[in-house]
């Protein structure tokens, strides 16, 4: 498949392609709040709920015959690990958003994950072509460990605004805060300006 080079997005943000207090690593650390969660893929469903004009309920198969592409990304975490040119495959958050019919009163979103933690963001820091949900890396499945068989990738922000094992999202009509984001981290999390703790 054909991958798009969105590598860029640092000059979006007047920074280095290595944000500031970031070194580069090849590995692929592993960061979750308790171990991987238990899931069936025969009952496995992602939902979108709240500022809506359509409340969807997809299954494994559907989500994953929505248009979708593959894109090299660079993941960024708060713990000073940085993994460049990650090829993600998935499908964008604003083809979710359209089919959902997110209304104008919507300001914010939720997403939510099968170990219960959640983050949000800004609707518009969602509507971007970039912020995919994502099943493949590298050409391969994602792993369990990594958030298979579905999580967000935030390439614009820190790796903790991306939910592992996502299942649903709610556009919220008040910003509220996220697992970290109450826990100390900081609810805007741009990497080009070292928004690591609130
Ligand atoms: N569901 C879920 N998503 C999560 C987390 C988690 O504990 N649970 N940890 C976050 C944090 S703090 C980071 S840095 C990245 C780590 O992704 P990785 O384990 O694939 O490196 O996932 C984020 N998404
Ligand atoms: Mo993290």
Redo the contacts with the bound molecule.
Sequence with gaps: MECTDMTEVHKEFGGDRLPPGQRETEA??????DGVPSWDPETWQFHVDGAVKRELSLSLSEFRSLPHETQRQDFH??TGWSRLGCEFTGVKFPTIAERAGVTDAAESVMFT?L?G?TTSLPLSDCLRDDVLFAWALDGSELSE???GPLRVVTPHKY??K????VTGIEFLTDHERGY?EKRGYSDTANPWQENRYS
């Design positions: 692929f650390p592993v960061l979750s709040k975490c708060v994950a170990d933690y460990e990594h958030g790796a903790y991306g939910a592992k094992w970290w």
